[in-house]
């Protein structure tokens, strides 16, 4: 993706009606709930504290009748997030909150567990339906590295089985068996991203997993299933790839 349409989806995702207008649009459901999370989360990290130091004074709103998406929308912030800031000012710990957001109808108030309900089916990011999607997610795009693999009859090691054999906490999707040629470059792993490559998310991702292959196994492919950035610098032995992977082989290197 170029960054021009890059940077019109990720401003234009507000609110998660924004999500429905843009798959109107024909955009990938997957591609928009992905840039929505990325942005979301990214926004949470630089504000949460901000925002937590409000608990007290959204609490005594909420009593005061403001409802759980109005102060959600007043400190832009996530409905369940704020939700959890205003029951733990309240008394509950933590696990006692997950809790209700699991099942409402713990609570004593109906009306409070409508609203609940309410605020949860606003949250596309923090919801547990919107973590059972980052995870399904995950397990489609491992499947279809996996799948694109096995078609070509390329034998390599799961995550599972890198960590049984080396004991190791930096395990690529699939370390290949024997190095390989793509593209043209010789390539020892593949990792399977479920998110948008991005400058941001793109660089976290070398610095915390890729470099850090590089350095043990050797040069390998990242593959950003629902897309990444165009032209982006790579920093040496990492090749950035897109959904295009599928249409590609790879090639044995002969002895």
Not at 30 to 49: G, M
Not at 184 to 190: H, V
């Amino acid at each position: 993706m170029d960054y021009k349409e890059y940077k019109r989806l990720y401003d234009g995702l507000v609110d998660p009606e924004d999500l429905d207008r843009f798959e109107e649009e024909g955009y990938d459901r997957r591609l928009l709930d992905t840039l929505y999370t990325q942005k979301v989360s990214r926004s949470v990290k630089k504000r949460f504290h901000v925002v937590k130091n409000n608990a007290r004074n959204m609490l005594r709103e909420w009593h005061r009748g403001k409802s759980f998406s109005e102060l959600s929308k007043k400190y832009r912030f996530p409905p369940i997030l704020v939700m959890m800031m205003i029951f733990q000012e309240d008394g509950l710990s933590k696990k006692q909150f997950w809790s209700i957001i699991r099942n409402p109808g713990l609570l004593e108030s109906p009306e409070t567990a409508a609203e609940v309900r309410e605020a949860v089916g606003r949250d596309p990011v923090y919801s547990p339906a919107a973590n059972d999607r980052q995870k399904e997610r995950g397990e489609w795009g491992e499947g279809l590295l996996q799948g694109w693999l096995d078609e070509q009859g390329i034998e390599y090691l799961t995550e599972d089985e890198i960590r049984n054999l080396e004991g190791s906490t930096k395990t690529p999707d699939c370390l290949l068996r024997e190095p390989m040629m793509y593209d043209g470059k010789k390539i020892f792993w593949i990792e399977s991203k479920a998110s948008f490559g991005d400058g941001v998310e793109f660089r976290f991702n070398s610095r915390k997993q890729l470099v850090p292959y590089t350095q043990l196994f050797g040069p390998g492919v990242v593959v950003y299933w629902t897309g990444c950035l165009k032209d982006q610098e790579c920093p040496d032995n990492i090749y950035l790839e897109d959904m295009s992977l599928l249409d590609k082989k790879l090639v044995r290197i002969e002895q």
